[in-house]
């Protein structure tokens, strides 16, 4: 249903561009970080995680890129498809500890 | 097919009927939690548990319970619901006892009036 948010951030692309989400962490020492898209009534979907050792990792159209000085995780989404219209979440899991925090989310709209 | 199971899908019911979210996983994985999501706040943790006879307080705890006698079984229960548990909930898994790579269920629409 449509309880995912209102007020959400939304980034509108066109199909076949590029898109960027990004996601301002809270916890500089925070280890693990996860990217996740929720369809309109699903729940969250794992894209691609990375962790506070790497600054990059590359999946299956997506990227992460992880700035830790600024605290910064950034998903990038290549060649965007209307199947990608979604609600997007970060989440990270401070070190030496189990809890997940989620982003609020950015919602994506996909134009064709 | 893995996956997690929740029921049920849509619930309404009244203030202080006691109801139970059932939610079952067939990945064998270690972590189970549950989530609720509310406009404007996104997914707070409700409790999680690491392992069988294992559980703890999440973010958003209370007027919940849970309890995880079997590796698979982890039902939230509402011993007196309340409007303001009105939400959407989630039951979510993963392999390990932390929560990493999270493998969602579709979610329970719960309405308490």
């Known amino acids: 249903g449509e309880s995912v948010g209102l007020h959400l951030p939304t980034l509108s692309v066109q199909e076949g561009d590029n898109s960027i989400i990004n996601c301002a962490y809270s916890n500089s020492a925070s280890d693990y970080f996860i990217w996740y898209k929720q369809e309109s009534g699903k729940g969250p979907q794992f894209i691609i995680d990375?962790?506070?050792?790497?600054d990059k990792r590359q999946g299956q159209r997506v990227t992460v890129l992880l700035n830790k000085t600024v605290k910064h995780l950034s998903l990038q989404i290549a060649a965007t498809q209307p199947g990608d219209s979604a609600v997007y979440f970060c989440a990270e899991i401070k070190a030496a500890g189990n809890k997940l925090t989620f982003g609020g989310g950015t919602r994506v709209l996909v134009k064709p | 097919e893995a996956q997690v199971t929740q029921n049920p899908r849509y619930l309404i019911t009244v203030t202080g009927k006691k109801l139970t979210v059932t939610c079952s996983q067939n990945?064998?994985?270690?972590?189970m939690s549950w989530y609720r999501q509310d406009p404007g706040l996104g997914l707070r943790q409700i409790y999680y548990?690491?392992?069988?006879?294992?559980?703890d307080k999440g973010d958003v705890p209370e007027g919940y319970k849970v309890s995880r006698k079997e590796k698979r079984n982890f039902p939230l229960i509402l011993e007196s619901p309340s409007p303001n548990q009105t939400s959407l909930y989630f039951c979510?898994?993963?392999?390990?006892?932390?929560?990493?790579?999270?493998?969602f269920g579709s979610g329970t629409q719960l309405s308490v009036l």
């Open positions: 979510a898994s993963s392999l390990g006892t932390r929560s990493e790579k999270l493998f």
């Open positions: 990375i962790r506070s050792n790497m």
């Open positions: 548990s690491m392992n069988v006879e294992v559980t």
């Open positions: 990945m064998n994985h270690e972590y």
